[in-house]
């Protein structure tokens, strides 16, 4: 190591001696915390960082940390199942450069572009800033001497922040191939109760929820009388059976016995959605609404459920295409 030992007692002095926790921001209990990897050959680095952001929350989530004392260490850990979102790494260890090397390795090789890189640098005329960021695809680079508590803080703020975006952003589109894959027409070929099992399935894997709910379609307004067409999970053998048997307390019976339409219903722990059919068409009664509803084991944010919303309409269309067919198989 190159660096003189010197230049790490300026790291995370404090200058107004402020709180070192993100301004009116609490932990959640329940909610994963952000992984950061620290890179860095000397361990007092790795220890005061830990201590200097023991009380960090951003977006009711604390910090979780992974040490690395060197690139290839670090290269090891990116390779990993890791949800990394963010990199403290110093550009000093192994080499003078070894750093710099591990930024096109983690971007190029492992094609990770969503982790915010953060450069620490105990020489920054060895590696001078300009240089660094034109020339490597990180996020932010500071000199060790500079860098003080309060804006460590607000650099992790910052990079956790375009974390988020970037894999909301991701998820969207990933969502979106999940929702434009499906195979609605093998749904609608399998008949309408195999479809509903179908559809229960589907959705739980797009939104990456246990499969433990019910379908089922409402004619008029005695909801409970409705039978179900197919159920998951605590709801397993309840198909041909009428609501009133299973919607007697939680969510769902929230959902039945609200006055007026049904609407789609959300809360942290269930969903309920429904959905008008084209029954004219189909030589099933007017006025009929396709309902899924489906336990979840975490809340949904609003990528979640738009995805959710845009599925169950196209599970609609292949329902009333089911019975459309069933109708032509069997005109009786």
């Known amino acids: 190591m190159t660096m003189a030992d010197d230049d790490d007692d300026f790291l995370f002095q404090d200058e107004d001696d402020e709180d070192d926790s993100d301004e009116g921001s609490e932990l959640v209990p329940g909610l994963a915390p952000w992984q950061v990897l620290i890179v860095d050959d000397d361990p007092e680095v790795h220890a005061m960082t830990r201590l200097v952001m023991r009380k960090f929350a951003f977006q009711g989530r604390g910090l979780a940390f ?41 971007r190029d ?25 034109a020339g490597y695809d990180v996020n932010d680079y500071k000199a ?51 479809a509903a099992g179908a559809a229960l399935d589907q959705m739980a894997e797009v939104l990456e929820q246990p499969a433990d709910g019910l379908f089922c379609v409402i004619y008029g307004t005695d909801r409970l009388s409705a039978r179900i067409l197919a159920g998951r ?42 959905w008008p059919l084209a029954a004219q068409s189909s030589g099933q ?15 949904l944010d609003e990528i979640a ?20 067919l069933e109708q032509v198989r069997d005109p009786t």
């Open 233 to 274: 999970g605590r709801y397993q053998d309840t198909a041909g059976h009428p609501l009133a048997t299973v919607a007697d307390t939680g969510p769902l019976a929230t959902a039945l016995r609200a006055p007026g339409e049904l609407r789609h219903e959300f809360t942290d722990d269930a969903m309920t959605l429904v």
């Open 66 to 106: 992974i040490s690395a004392y060197s690139a290839a260490e670090a290269l090891t850990v990116m390779r990993g199942d890791h949800d990394i979102a963010m990199i403290l790494l110093d550009v000093v260890m192994e080499s003078d450069d070894a750093g710099l090397k591990l930024v096109p390795q983690i």
């Open 305 to 324: 459920r738009r995805l959710a919303l845009l599925m169950m309409m196209r599970i609609a269309d292949a329902l009333v295409t089911a019975w459309a």
């Open 144 to 194: 060790k001497t500079e860098l003080t508590a309060r804006k460590l803080v607000t650099a992790t703020i910052t990079a956790l922040r375009a974390y988020h975006h970037i894999r909301t952003l991701e998820r969207s589109c990933q969502g979106m191939e999940r929702v434009a894959g499906l195979g609605l027409c093998q749904m609608a070929l399998s008949g309408s109760s195999a």
């Open 109 to 133: 090789e492992l094609g990770n572009r969503a982790v915010r890189i953060i450069l620490r640098t105990g020489q920054p005329g060895q590696a001078p800033e300009d240089d660094v960021i």
């Open 285 to 299: 009664q007017a006025g009929a609404v396709a309902m899924l509803h489906l336990h979840l084991v975490r809340p």
